[in-house]
């Protein structure tokens, strides 16, 4: 999302906040992860029509990199970076430095669903805060609707995988460990 809205206005993509919220479901598309570009100051200089075009690359990202690898790969370096990024921002939490960074993890941060994407701040303890969504555009407010549908079957059948396997929330080696 920083990098769509980078080429699209020339801003410093170091200052470009993007956020991400939602989630991942699906295998070559993002359609339950949204990008709310109405939260960023570079972002909202584009244009409301191109923003929703810009949502839809992002939910499709995975499918343009298969794509440019000529179905040879997927978005694996992306993923590593958001794995770093996580990964990061969990141990500098840790480390008593208060990071900031956006995952998906059981929270009320979007109601009706019991997990979701969205911004915490880490600490010495672990997560310490899960911060709202805040404003969002007409446009994002009802892709929002749309992605609550997609991760909501999406974390029903994840939570019966996870109760059907040896060490799935619900098995006694679980509840043990």
Not at 6 to 33: K, L, N
């Amino acid at each position: 999302a920083n990098k769509f809205v980078h080429e699209e206005t020339g801003a410093p993509i170091e200052r470009i906040q993007v956020p991400v919220v939602g989630g991942h479901a699906g295998h070559f598309t993002s359609a339950s992860a949204l990008p709310l570009f109405s939260q960023d100051r570079y972002a909202r200089r584009i244009p409301e029509p191109r923003r929703t075009e810009l949502i839809q690359r992002v939910q499709s990202g995975s499918t343009e990199v298969s794509d440019a690898k000529k179905g040879k790969g997927t978005a694996t370096l992306s993923q590593a970076y958001a794995a770093w990024r996580f990964g990061h921002a969990v141990l500098s939490g840790l480390a008593g430095k208060r990071t900031q960074e956006f995952c998906f993890l059981k929270s009320n941060a979007c109601p009706g669903l019991d997990y979701f994407a969205s911004k915490v701040t880490f600490g010495p303890g672990g997560v310490e805060k899960v911060h709202p969504l805040g404003k969002l555009s007409p446009e994002e407010s009802k892709i929002l609707d749309e992605v609550k549908g997609l991760l909501a079957e999406d974390i029903k059948c994840g939570l019966e995988y996870a109760n059907s396997t040896e060490l799935g929330l619900g098995s006694p080696k679980a509840s043990a460990a």
